[in-house]
């Protein structure tokens, strides 16, 4: 779990020149109550898509459906991720 959480923090902290240019918008994002879920990190890339990021410590089949559901999750809440956007432009 350290490793792991050493590994966020070292990405989050540079994932602009880690990533080419993907902007850091948060970690641990919550996904709220209906779908109960955290993104570890979340950023933009330069054409404003999402991207998100997610740390296993091992190969895990389940990882897939867990982008699945985080897409849903963003399909339904296009608005809120848009206000997250917004907040974090506001800020730099």
Known sequence: MELERHLQALVEANMEEMLGGVRFLASEYS?????RGRIDSLGLDEDGSPVL???KRQRSESVLAQGLF???WLVENRA????LVDATT???
Request: aromatic letters at 16%.
């Open 31 to 35: 996904t709220g109550p209906v779908h």
């Open 53 to 55: 990021i997610e740390y």
């Open 70 to 72: 985080y897409l849903s």
């Open 80 to 83: 809120e991720f848009e206000a």
């Open 90 to 92: 506001a800020d730099r």
